[in-house]
């Protein structure tokens, strides 16, 4: 299983970001994906996660209405948008298949 995430960086507060997760090593078609965060000091916490199809989502509290999670089951790729980020968005954000499996994380600060 390998799991790269990208599209992290530096954005404002009220900007925007789109992470994207590329898998292999399974059947993405098949497995329910998800985001996580851990912020420094904190531990890691559920974003938002999609179905096989994409036909059922869960967002967190803290990001519904301001995040949304897609996925292409052509391209083996998950996405984040992240839409008026706020400070408290700043963590590490990795996806995560229904194993036992973590990438390495993209690294999203939102600071003025």
């Known amino acids: 299983v390998q799991l790269v995430e990208s599209g992290g960086g530096l954005v404002q507060p009220g900007g925007s970001l789109r992470l994207s997760c590329a898998a292999s090593?399974?059947?993405?078609?098949?497995?329910?994906m998800r985001w996580y965060r851990q912020a420094p000091g904190k531990s890691r916490e559920l974003v938002a996660s999609?179905?096989?199809?994409?036909?059922?989502?869960y967002l967190a509290p803290s990001v519904k209405g301001r995040f949304t999670i897609s996925r292409d089951n052509a391209k083996n790729t998950v996405f984040l948008q992240m839409n008026s980020m706020k400070p408290e968005d700043t963590a590490v954000y990795y996806c995560k298949p229904p194993y036992d499996y973590w990438g390495q994380g993209t690294q999203v600060t939102v600071s003025s």
């Open positions: 090593g399974f059947t993405f078609s098949s497995a329910i």
């Open positions: 999609i179905t096989s199809t994409g036909a059922n989502l």
